[in-house]
Every structure is written in C-alpha cells, then in structure tokens.
C-alpha cells in the first residue's frame, strides 16, 4: 500500500485553498457637484495599484481652482491631464468650455476604459466631444498625444502642445519627477499664458522634501515656479487613514 506522502501529485502539494485569492473588487462610484451646481457621477475602478480608484482630494480642490478661473485657464485652451485617475479635473474643464482636453493615465486597459467611460457617461459633454482618453507613459514621445479633432487644434499635429496642463496628486512618485518635468517641457506651449497647474497633498510628511525637490528640478530646467494657493484640510484625506507617525 502507497503512503499518503507517495499518493500526493505535484500539483496537489501545492495547490491555494480556495479563499486564496481575493474576489476583484467591484467598481465604485462617487459624485462631485461642481460651483455652479451641476453634478457629476463619477466611476472608480475597484482597485488599482496606481491608485486609481481613489478620487483624491488634490483634484477635488484643482477642478474648484479651474473652476473659479475658467476664463483664463480653460476657455477656448488646450488642455492636458497627467495621471488623471477618474478624470475629474479634465471632465470640469470639457464642461467649462475647454477647446480640447486630453485626460491621460498609465496605459492599463482598465484605467483608461474607466475614463471612457466617464466620459461617455458625463450628459454635460458637447457633441461631439471635446475630450479623449489616452494612455500615456511620462517622458514618452508628445506625439502620442495628438488632441482630437485634430483639425481645431492650435498645433502642427507632429507635435501637439497645450495651453493648460493639470498635475493633480502627482509628486508622491518621487522617481518619476525628471520624466514628468520632460513631459511637461514637451508638451506645454511656448506661450506666456500657458501654465502648468500643480496641486499635490503631502501625503508622508516626513517626505514633503522630496515632493517639494520636483519644483526644484523645474526651475533648474528653465521654467518659472509660482505658489497660487494653499489648503489645509481638517480630517484625514481618507477616512481609515490612520496618518503618519514617527518615533525618536
């Protein structure tokens, strides 16, 4: 008679219970109301470990500050959006008149889907659209991210460029700021009214020095830097986030 060791097949010995793997998590949704006091409903993918499926605070606090200077930001502009997450920023502008907007995130099939279908969801978008998804890498060639239609827009389309970009909570990514500010200096018109918008939430206090070197390195590449506002929010950004402590 076989001994239970000699009974075991290879893939018996190492097979996961079957509660191993945690179910995906389902989308989620959440709704913004905008000053003027429509609202929009928002899609979140269920996780993501880009961090996609959070709606951050930094863009809730970036569509009000566009929101409140539409005729000069977003009017009739080009606009642009680097790791947009659900979009937020780049819907407001689409809605507050904006030329073209191209809203962009790392090139995973269920982030941009996601911004579809924002998109396609949101009843304030003109027909037809002025706003598109696309999946984009920093530091990668500008031409993959021609605006559309490409007939309205400003540029030659071998090299789009835009009057407004939107950087919303995206300093964390320490390592990525040289190819963020490339992004930036190839895709940011050569226009005295054209602004790259950054708002960003110092989420590791203890590493507020080094979201704060990405401003550094921007002055160091030939662009000039200038505070607008700052916020201070009275509860934690996420409600089970248990914060920052350190100890001596």
């Not at 890498?137 to 309205?152: C, Q």
Request: hydrophobic share 40%; glycine share 6%; net charge negative.
């Amino acid at each position: 008679m076989a001994s239970d060791d000699e009974d075991l097949s290879a893939g018996a010995m190492f097979q996961e219970p079957d509660d191993y793997f945690q179910p995906e998590k389902p989308s989620t949704q959440v709704e913004y109301t905008l000053l003027s006091g429509i609202t929009l409903n928002l899609r979140l993918v269920g996780h993501n470990p880009l961090w996609g499926h959070l709606l951050w605070t930094a863009a809730i606090f970036l569509s009000e500050y566009l929101e409140q200077n539409a005729a000069t930001l977003i009017q009739g502009k080009d606009v642009l959006e680097l790791g947009a997450g659900a979009g937020l920023p780049s819907l407001v502008a689409a809605i507050l008149g904006a030329q073209n907007v191209v809203v962009t995130d790392y090139p995973d099939e269920d982030l941009i889907q996601n911004l579809s279908l924002n998109i396609a969801n949101c009843p304030y978008i003109r027909t037809p659209p002025n706003i598109t998804a696309k999946g984009y890498l920093w530091g990668a060639p500008p031409s993959l991210l021609l605006p559309t239609p490409l007939s309205s827009s400003k540029s030659p389309p071998s090299l789009p460029t835009y009057d407004t970009l939107i950087l919303a909570d995206l300093l964390f990514n320490h390592t990525e700021h040289a190819k963020l500010l490339r992004t930036v200096q190839q895709t940011l018109r050569h226009d005295a009214d054209s602004k790259a918008i950054v708002f960003f939430t110092p989420h590791r206090p203890h590493l507020y020095h080094k979201d704060m070197a990405f401003f550094d390195l921007v002055r160091q590449g030939g662009l000039r830097v200038e505070k607008i506002i700052e916020r201070i929010v009275e509860k934690p950004i996420f409600e089970n986030d248990v914060g920052v402590s350190t100890c001596s």
